[in-house]
């Protein structure tokens, strides 16, 4: 149980950096400030997702 938890934590982590990523990369694209916008303030929100996600897959860890 505890391993799948742990990859589950891990896999969560890696979609939250990957989706920061997009967003910040379509608001480099955007066409429009009101887009570019929108994309840069969900890419911060994915970013404290990833932090949030991050620091209790630490915490799991520590845990052994």
Known sequence: MKASLLKAMELAVN???????????????AEDQETRLLFEQI??????????????????????
């Open 15 to 29: 979609a939250e950096a990957q989706a920061r990523d997009r967003y910040k990369e379509l608001a480099k694209q």
């Open 43 to 64: 890419a911060r929100e994915e970013d404290m997702h990833l932090k949030k996600l991050s620091e209790r897959l630490k915490a799991l860890k520590m845990m052994g």
